[in-house]
């Protein structure tokens, strides 16, 4: 079977190699795809800058569309079910890579790695795929959690309210954008919710930025006892607020799940979902391609260092996220507002390498 066209972002990885025996693979900036570039696709790949829904898709003969990513906020999947067009989604395939950022944002940010592993705790907010895999690592390393997602219909171990959560040293956000009643998340920490933040906490935001109120969480970091924050996501982005920038501790450009690891997996993810959903037996046959041919090589810590000074150098060792920070922070300076927004897709595509941080936490 050699008669499918394949639209593909062009920041997914090993697409050619897997779908390319089965039609042909044409590659678009994910923001760049648009109704008329899919006039003769049967298989669309995306991920989350690409919006896929009535105005991208009517007319075309489309009949998959798969994100490679966790969150599908970006997909109008009520549309595509009437439409009768399969889609699927790579639910924890970035979930080691984002849970990677969140550990290298804590051993980055002051001392707040020795404040947990002696005996301070951090706050999840949502408690899926990278939620639940930060929980599980946060235990491993003897770090107390509390987590809060209302969303759920059975409440997990570590289940606290969102005030708790909001109290703890570290508060760390994991949930899916919805605005649906009766627990939205868009604007979840409004400035009320905002306010109850001191100077002693970090916030880090690697979901989605609306889960955050912008506005409110500027004005708080510009006031006094304010928190530090790390943020990963923005609010309107790929249009992303200087004046913000300038008020975090830490930001990049939504980065935190871009790893070659977590990425691969993803394309691997969708290649079984289509092989499913129009029974092509011949992408289930070259899964195993989509596997990155970089590995992460061990590394030693130096000798006479404490727990916390060898987790941090361990963690910065893989990923330094100062170096992601800086690349935002001169894209802005370069150009500003809807100029920057072209520049905010590439600092994506220096991704990190692959299981750096299964092979510091696994072995």
């Known amino acids: 079977m050699s008669d499918l066209v394949i639209a593909a972002d062009a920041n997914i990885p090993a697409v050619e190699q897997v779908f390319g025996s089965v039609g042909e693979v044409r590659r678009f900036e994910g923001r760049a ?9 049967d298989i669309l790949l995306v991920r989350s800058v690409t919006r896929v829904d009535q105005s991208l898709l009517d007319g075309t003969p489309v009949r998959f569309v798969g994100t490679a990513t966790s969150g599908f906020d970006h997909i109008d ?36 790695l020795e404040t947990l592993l002696e005996g301070g705790s951090v706050g999840i907010v949502g408690f899926g795929n990278i939620g639940s895999a930060l929980g599980g690592v946060l235990t491993r390393l003897g770090i107390a959690w ?56 970090l916030l880090i935001n690697a979901s989605r930025g609306e889960v955050v109120d912008q506005l409110a969480l500027l004005q708080r970091l510009q006031s006094p006892r304010a928190p ?29 799940g871009y790893s070659t690891d977590g990425k691969y997996l993803g394309t691997a993810m969708l290649a079984r979902a289509t092989a499913n959903a129009l029974g092509i037996d011949v992408l289930a046959d070259r899964i195993h391609l989509a596997t990155p041919a970089e590995r992460a090589s061990a590394v030693e810590p130096s000798s006479g260092l404490g727990v916390a000074q060898c987790l941090r150098s361990l963690l910065t060792s893989r990923y330094d996220i100062a170096d992601d920070d800086q690349r935002l922070r001169a894209l802005l300076q370069a150009e500003s507002g809807a100029a920057a927004a072209p520049g905010f897709d590439n600092c994506a595509s220096n991704i990190r390498c692959a299981g750096s941080l299964r092979a510091m936490m696994y072995g």
């Open 146 to 201: 509390k987590v809060c997602d209302p969303w759920l219909d059975l409440q997990p171990d570590h289940a606290a309210t969102l005030d708790e959560v909001l109290a703890c040293d570290v508060v760390s956000l994991h949930p899916e954008l919805t605005r649906a009643a009766p627990w939205p998340s868009y604007h979840l920490l409004d400035a009320t919710r905002l306010q109850s933040l001191g100077e002693s906490q």
């Open 77 to 112: 999947r009520d549309w595509l079910g009437a439409a009768e067009i399969h889609f699927a989604h790579a639910p924890g395939a970035n979930a080691n890579s984002v849970v990677e950022y969140v550990l290298c944002a804590i051993a980055c940010v002051d001392r707040y």
């Open 33 to 41: 795809i648009t109704r008329d570039s899919l006039r003769d696709v």
């Open 228 to 256: 530090i924050c790390v943020l990963d996501v923005w609010e309107g982005e790929p249009v992303v607020s200087a004046e913000l920038l300038n008020a975090v501790r830490f930001g990049s450009a939504h980065i935190a």
